[in-house]
């Protein structure tokens, strides 16, 4: 007898005349369950079959629950109800009768779900900043110091030639480059008006700035969290407990996180004035009497031209982190490029796209190292077994290695052969797609499988 | 017109949902299908989806989000490789992709409308 278990969100749909029919008929024994409710023992069964909203049933997320449950992922198959359910109650027992049979003639192939967790250790390059020690101290990582290291992967982690040491990530910490949001003319600096956030800080509990102007200048880049929250907080203060005039003239303002978001609107109701100004346009020259400066700018807003004396300018640097060039560091053809965080919202924050390769940035380095404490202590699941390279079929072109977007195919150097890393491996099936020897297959996941469990109305 | 949707999970299935609700499709029948990531369909599978069908909608990631990295480039490639093929072998059936994120479908209605109307439309 086969014994299989339906996961659905409701019951109803799989009625007891069906079932029991199923059993007479097919020697297919159906056990029902609530998806939310604890099913003591997974391994028994011979499928798991997941029905209702599949939107959720990622390939990650079904990856985790194999871990979780303890069984072969290709035992899991998320029966696709949105595909389908125009046509329930129709033609619905019938697909989903075929479906059954389609997973069941598929022989289960021999895949392991695991959780994979990094070394606790990094190594960072070319050096920590003090921040960053200090960050990482703090969690209680331990930190490598190795600055000429070559670096190798093994699965997960780095190996480090020569000490022999092996760390389970690698942080960057890419050059700076801090320059003036706008280039002022020695002129504008000799007024002695224009003025850092660490001045006004420290003015600020001296000096009373009653009916004065001031001008707060925020570039685009660089600008921590924490100096927009003092930037908030400052002129707040300013406009407030010295009636001054403040203008806070921004690339862009940065209100993501609740905490900003707070500060800012505040702010605005102190009468701060906040003006979005493109830098390029934006123009500055002492005033005639020397004691302030005349800050000349075009509003985006509407485009109005405006011309402000301020008693006082303070500028932020704009901080540009250059890339950093992780090639001489790596024994692999694979890590070519420069590095720097990738724009993607879908990634982990901090990452380049290479599993365990962190970047660190000025400012954000409490953040970082709280991601790598949950990637160093958590890790990832990932199936092993799922991708494989058919050696005979592989006529070493490399397209597998250029295409795999997570650096997981690896050469074999001795044997010159490739072999795809499982712990690294995402299953994206890119490197599947395009090899032109038809030489890596992924599992469950080929053509076949993903088009013919249900075609609609049951015909191909 | 009969066509094949394929989504990735991630962002083309959850969007071509949200089209279905609408009931914007300009298509007489929709068979929809996910997959883990549009990155990896072949040329042969497009192939064999269009088989049956008269056109083939995909939909998946934007470019430079892709959950994959470059999963919906290399849809891209393929399906510009398919229109060329079918074009050059003069077959009246087209491949379309639409980069959508799952909550903005408005991508996957102009791709449709496309696909629907032909080249007619692509010139007015
Ligand atoms: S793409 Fe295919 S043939 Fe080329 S090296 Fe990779 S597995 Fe071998
Ligand atoms: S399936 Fe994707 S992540 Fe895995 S080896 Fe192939 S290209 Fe790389």
Known sequence: MTKLLWLVDNPLLLPDFWLEKMEKEKGWKIEI??????????????????????L??????????????????????????????????????????????????????PLVAERVVPENKVLVLPQASQTLDQALKEKGIETVVAPSSTLRREGINFHLFPSGDTVGAVVVSPPEEITPPVSFSSEV??????????????????????????????????????????????????????????FVLVEEVLVAGENLEKEYRQARSCGVIFEKVTFSSLFAQPTLDMRGIEVEFTTERDRLKRKIKADWLVSLPERNVLPFDLA?????????????????????SFSPGIEGIFVSLP??????VQVIEKYLTQGIVRERGRVEVNEEKCILCLTCLRTCPWRAV???????????????????GLCASFCPAHAIEIKGLSFEDWLSPVSLGGEK | MKIVAL?????????????????????EEVKLFSLPCLGLLTEEAIFRTLENSDALLLAGCP?????????????????????????????????????????????????????FWGEKNDNS
């Open chain 1, 33 to 54: 369950r609530d998806r939310e409710s604890k099913v003591l023992n997974f391994i028994d069964y011979d499928r798991i079959f997941i029905l209702g909203d599949s």
């Open chain 1, 56 to 109: 959720s049933f990622t390939r990650e997320r079904l990856s985790l629950l194999a871990y979780e449950w303890k069984v072969n992922p290709s035992k899991i198959q998320v029966f696709p109800w949105e595909e389908v359910k125009i046509v329930f109650p129709q033609s619905f027992f019938s697909i989903l009768e075929q479906f059954i049979a389609q997973s069941l003639a598929k022989p289960l192939a």
């Open chain 1, 189 to 246: 600096e000799d007024t002695r008006k224009l003025v850092d956030l660490k001045f006004m800080e420290k003015e600020i509990e001296k000096k009373d700035f009653r009916g004065e102007t001031i001008i707060f200048l925020l570039p685009k880049r660089g600008v921590t969290e924490k100096e927009w929250l003092q930037t908030f907080y400052l002129s707040r203060l300013l406009a407030k407990r010295d009636r001054a005039e403040i």
């Open chain 1, 328 to 348: 001489p560091f790596f024994d692999s053809d694979r890590i070519e490029e420069a590095i720097l965080p990738l724009a993607n919202p879908n990634l982990s």
């Open chain 1, 363 to 368: 400012g954000e380095e409490k953040n970082l």
């Open chain 1, 410 to 428: 690896a050469i074999e150097k001795e044997r010159k052969k490739t072999r795809v890393n499982w712990e690294l491996c995402h299953l994206c």
């Open chain 2, 7 to 27: 989504g990735c999970d991630k962002s083309g299935y959850p969007a071509l949902l949200k089209w279905g609700e609408k009931n914007a499709s300009p298509f």
């Open chain 2, 63 to 115: 470019l430079d989000s892709c959950h994959n990295q470059n999963g919906s480039r290399g849809a891209y490639l393929k399906v510009k490789k398919v229109n060329a093929l079918l074009q050059e072998a003069a077959i009246p059936k087209k491949v379309a992709v639409a980069f959508v994120t799952a909550d903005k479908i408005g991508e996957i209605e102009k791709v449709s409308q496309e696909l």
